[in-house]
């Protein structure tokens, strides 16, 4: 019931295209759903959340979509660019157990 | 730069060995949470303390175990390894155990443990 699976597990998109990445979740109990973002060489950080009351976040080019009845959701990266590629982590977390479950990660490549 | 310091970057070490992997958290961050990463389990979560308390345990073996100390610096001990060890061991803190927000965990750059 912990589990996060996320999909593609790569992906290619060109540069200015529309990279999306999905996720779906099983615990009910998880209230926070964060995006990481992780460089080759560096630990993944944080790029966006969203909680589950909310259907929509957006942060520049980088958008969630949450579907809570069908216990999904997504990371669109608009006009995708080089810089973007990097291996993308899903999770969900849960208030009085800070861990994180992630999901296995996205490796996005941007061509240029 | 996230802040969080891990040493060694790299080891490399045989069967059978033992391992210690340090990591300095973020000035002012109480807790310290330790994940395992490899190419077929993503990222793992093992155990997290919080002001040198144990507050949560994920899919640590028995071989494996963790402290914290006074000065907040924590400690991954890694014994009787095996071949299938060889992963990245992340080290990541946040502010309290809830985080502030929930969720955001600052990661170290890692330290890659190959076992021969």
């Known amino acids: 019931q912990q589990q996060v699976k996320q999909s593609p597990q790569s992906l290619i998109v060109q540069k200015g295209g529309i990279s999306i990445i999905n996720c779906a979740y099983e615990?009910?109990?998880?209230?926070?759903f964060p995006w990481y973002q992780q460089f080759p060489g560096k630990g993944p950080a944080l790029l966006i959340a969203?909680?589950?009351?909310?259907s929509e976040k957006k942060e520049g080019r980088f958008t969630i979509s949450f579907n809570k009845s069908a216990k999904q959701f997504s990371l669109h990266i608009m006009d995708s660019q080089p810089g973007d590629s990097a291996t993308y982590f899903c999770?969900?977390?849960?208030?009085?157990?800070?861990?994180?479950?992630f999901g296995q990660g996205t490796r996005l490549t941007i061509n240029p | 730069d996230s802040g969080v310091t891990q040493t060694p970057k790299h080891l490399i070490t045989a069967t059978g060995q033992r391992v210690t992997l340090r990591c300095s958290p973020r000035?002012?961050?109480?807790?310290v949470y330790w994940y395992q990463q490899s190419l077929d389990q993503g990222l793992q979560f093992l155990i997290q303390?919080?002001?040198?308390?144990?507050?949560a345990k994920g899919n640590i073996l028995e071989r494996f175990s963790a402290q914290q100390f006074p000065d907040l610096h924590s400690e991954l001990n890694l014994s009787s390894l095996e071949l299938g060890d060889s992963a990245l061991y992340f080290c990541?803190?946040?502010?309290?155990?809830?985080?502030?927000?929930?969720?955001?965990?600052?990661f170290g750059e890692g330290s890659r443990l190959t076992v021969l």
């Open positions: 969203i909680r589950p009351d909310v």
């Open positions: 615990n009910t109990a998880f209230d926070y």
């Open positions: 999770a969900g977390a849960f208030q009085g157990a800070q861990k994180l479950v």
């Open positions: 303390y919080y002001n040198g308390e144990e507050r």
């Open positions: 000035s002012g961050d109480l807790s």
């Open positions: 990541a803190s946040s502010v309290d155990p809830a985080g502030g927000p929930v969720g955001e965990l600052f």
